[in-house]
């Protein structure tokens, strides 16, 4: 199968405690990364709507030639970033094992990704990042991990 891979690794402390936290319990992770799979595609497509990196901010402009390509296509979003067909929007992806989350965009959409996240120079293109997680994201994934926690241990207690 063809295609680019790339990869962002998080390395979030507090995020490794929360599942180590889980383990140490001798609790499997795989439903507790299947909610995190879930939320971090609703995170990744609203930050397409709102037009901004993980951290907030604004994605670099259209350059001026590209907007008139865009109109001329007559296009619903001419001057919206990274939306013409929906191509990344609407491709987010997860594989949630026993150990670990893999979340990704779609095959289809590897090279075309990794193009927009890092910028293509020699192509006038920028880097718009939209992969990745911020302080908000990790916070609510460790709550996602400790409810987990905290359900699964009610229900073993209810089970006694």
Known sequence: MGGVKFSIEVDDRDVGAALKRLIDAGIRPRPAFIRVGEYLIRVHEKRFSDQVDPDGNPWAPLSERYK??????????????????????????????????????????????????FGRPEANIPARPFMGVNDDNSDHIISIFNRYLNNTWKGAANLV
């Open 68 to 117: 008139l390509s865009k109109a001329k296509m007559k296009s619903r979003g001419a001057n919206l970033i990274l939306v013409l067909n929906r191509y990344l929007a609407r491709n987010f992806t997860y594989q949630a094992g026993e150990d670990e989350l893999f979340f990704s965009t779609s095959q289809v959409t590897g090279k075309y990704a990794a193009t927009h996240q």
